[in-house]
């Protein structure tokens, strides 16, 4: 547990989520020159892009994987997500800093006091510099691309295998498609039933016609703690490779196949118009680490992420914020219509 000596017992239940975020849109909340604050909105975070930092506030929210309600709960993951990230992006991963209420009884950033949120804190890197503005501008440096696949490949082939019962790691795979499938067919989305049970019953064929393959990756041991959310918004080119935002609130959901990772950044690669990309990740790392991935077992995972994808989408229509806006399900039948066309 990182030590923090400057701040006193919690005040939690003295400030409402509201309060900390009108506080941390103000310019002046922060101890460096800001002229603008920028935020984002997240299903489990708030954003504040501030000069030449960004601030990760956590939302005390409660979901199937993770459960925020408390202020130590957050601020565990906050060190959970300075721990991985360290690993792929060290330089810009700073820290955790305290929101206290001070001697004055007012919010402050970084200061003494009863502490009320923890941020995490990084550096901030401009869009230009990220993998999905540089595949939307048709900026892309190609050999940025191939450092950044090099950098994931040295973190791949050190990571240290993961053990189970290939049996188990199976119904894990079953379970998650199980479980896309189902909130699928929730009638809030009016996906048709059909097109949903195609698609499902492709990827349950696979998990049982192809079960000697997906035990062979784990006897190779090609599953591994992954980064989790390998997405192009996550990877960072310039001024040096970085991959962001690893999945840190639940272990189990970056615990999978270096295939279906890879697979994962391929989809959205093409999603975004640039198949050839996500295909250099691809190669650049079966060169490196010798390991032949089976073009079925890429088409799996692209389908099987492709799913779960047009699901995390599409259930922005059912927070008050969203609902009204078409382009989720648009976007979501575009990622099934992709799933569909691997199949």
Known sequence: MTKYTDVLPVAEKEMKLKEKVTFLKQPFAYPHPVLKVETKETHMSWIFMAGDFV????????????????????????????????????????????????????LQLEGKGRVVEWLVKMKRIPDENFLDYGLKHHTTDEAKVKAAARLLTEFYKNAPAVTMEPALYRKKLQDEVISTRTELLMPIYHF??????????????????????????????????????????????????????????NRDLRIMDIAEELSFLDMECEMMGSPVTGQLFLDYYQYFSNDAIPVSLIHFYKTKKAFLRAYLVARHVTEPAYKDEPRWLNKAYGYLQLANKYI
């Open 55 to 106: 601030y990760k506030l956590k939302k005390p929210v409660v979901y199937r994987f993770l459960d925020f309600r408390t202020l130590d709960a957050r601020l565990q993951d906050c060190e959970e997500e300075i721990r991985l990230n360290k690993q792929l992006a060290g330089f810009i991963y700073m820290g955790i800093i305290p929101l206290v209420l001070n001697e004055a009884d007012k």
């Open 192 to 249: 048709p039933v059909e097109f949903i049970e195609h698609i499902n019953n492709n990827l349950t064929h696979f998990l049982t016609s192809q079960a000697a393959l997906l035990d062979t990756r784990m006897a190779n041991g090609r599953i591994i703690e992954a980064h989790g959310d390998l997405r192009p918004e996550h990877i960072v080119l310039y001024p040096r490779p970085a991959i962001i935002d690893a999945l840190e609130f």
